[in-house]
């Protein structure tokens, strides 16, 4: 049944869990300066952190994909979000008993685990309490999350955090755990009827559609530069114009936030684009490039380089609401939402967490130019996306 009456409470409930999740993901970018000042990590090792997330995220995505296809979808997001919350729970605790690399390492490759449960099965509430015409709005709303989770995080980090790191990451798993309570608990809508696959083959299935072989690698170009901006902007700005940690929030904060009103206006772009999500991800890539270039060249004060970064995090956002969110619900047809989905995110964090690694590698050992080779790939990958999504479009039409 897709119940009007409850439909507010059902996205609501959708909505704070998975903004849960990325309060218990964000809070590492503005606790990092405080981790390393603390010598609890060294940038390669916080590089690392972002990468080993990002594939432990891209692993669970692969084996559990299907799960939100396949079970009851509320049990599974509320799961995962529950597994982020107490992760970081047990990474504060760490760091007040045990403060050691490899211990708070395990558990934010946990916590990567437990956000992989979370997003496939939202999206299959969403197509089954809401109607067809409305789901790709009501998802596009419901994408607002990793900015409003973004902001949050570094809200809650930068406050809780200010004096001990470790309350950094006890606020947000005390939170991100609540809201896996009320979604297990309180969710009023249809949570039956998911089935199994609309394709035999499971996963497999999914890479044997040509429509989705053809987005995975500008999926993994976007992936590279979506949230690398974020994880890497305080030191960036730490390091290039020499700030102290209690500024830091105040700049950092502006990137989701700014982010967010991106995700708020991705329906219109999307209309301009003629409900093309593919024309979407090729205008932000073209902006990424553009962006990239004065970040490589350097020799500006703080604010156009906040400017900056905030535009590029911006188009990553917009992108990302395309390939991760548009995209599936289009094949919805398939019944391989939640699947679809999670090949999506399994390539994105795939991008993201290679290159993190190399990145925080690169920026040990040559300081600040380690940046401006970052800004560098940027524009590398936004130029390939551009490219391939130019390829795609023609082989479609042929």
């Known amino acids: 049944m897709k119940t009007k009456k409850w439909g507010w409470l059902c996205f609501a409930l959708c909505y704070f ?18 981790l390393k000042e603390a010598g609890v990590a060294t940038a390669a090792q916080l590089g690392l952190l972002t990468g080993l997330f990002s594939l432990g995220y891209a692993a669970g995505k692969l084996l559990c994909g299907p799960l939100g296809d396949r079970f009851n979808p509320k049990n599974i997001a509320a799961l995962g979000v529950a597994v982020a919350g107490l992760s970081n729970l047990l990474i504060a605790l760490c760091l007040w008993f045990f403060p050691c690399f490899p211990a708070v390492l395990a558990l934010w490759i946990i916590n ?12 299959r509430l969403i197509s089954l309490n809401f109607s067809g015409g409305r789901a790709p709005f009501v998802t596009s709303m419901l994408v607002t999350t990793t900015a409003t989770g973004g902001v949050a995080g570094i809200l809650i980090a930068s406050g809780a955090g200010r004096q001990d ?9 005390l939170i991100t755990l609540l809201a896996a309570l009320l979604l297990f608990c309180f969710f009023p809508g249809k949570t039956t009827g998911a089935g199994r ?10 890479f044997r559609q040509p429509e989705v072989r053809r987005m995975l690698l ?74 990239s270039a004065p970040l490589i060249l350097g020799g500006f ?18 992108m990302n609401t ?48 380690g940046y401006q080779i970052m800004f560098a790939a940027f524009a590398l990958f936004a130029l390939l996306g551009l490219l391939l999504l130019q390829r795609a479009k023609r082989r479609s039409a042929g």
Not at 197 to 206: L, R
Not at 258 to 277: A, E, I, K, N, T
Not at 301 to 313: D, H, Q
Request: hydrophobic share 55%; proline share 6%.
């Open 218 to 291: 500008p999926a993994f170009a976007q992936g590279v530069i979506k949230d690398n901006v974020l994880n890497w902007a305080s030191l960036y700005l730490a390091a290039r114009f020499l700030m102290d940690l209690a500024q830091l929030p105040f700049f950092i904060l502006l990137i989701p936030a700014v982010s967010f009103l991106g995700r708020m206006c991705y329906p219109l772009f999307y209309r301009l684009c003629g409900q093309d999500q593919a024309r979407v991800s090729q205008l932000c890539f073209a902006g990424c490039l553009l962006l």
């Open 165 to 173: 790191p470790a309350l950094g990451f006890l606020a947000p798993g």
């Open 112 to 123: 990567s685990l437990g956000q992989s449960l979370v997003w496939g099965p939202l999206l």
């Open 197 to 206: 696959a609309g394709k035999p083959g499971g996963m497999a299935a999914v």
């Open 322 to 369: 395309s390939f991760l969110s548009i995209f599936p619900m289009s094949m919805e047809h398939t019944g391989q939402v939640s699947a679809i989905a999670s090949v999506m995110d399994v390539v994105t964090y795939s991008g993201l967490g290679l290159s993190s690694a190399v990145f925080g590698a690169l920026i040990d050992a040559f300081g600040l130019w």
């Open 301 to 318: 004060s703080r604010v156009p380089a906040v400017v900056l970064l905030v535009l590029l995090s911006t188009l990553g956002n917009v």
């Open 17 to 34: 869990g998975y903004m849960g999740v990325y309060i218990s993901r964000n809070n590492l970018s503005i606790i990092s300066p405080q």
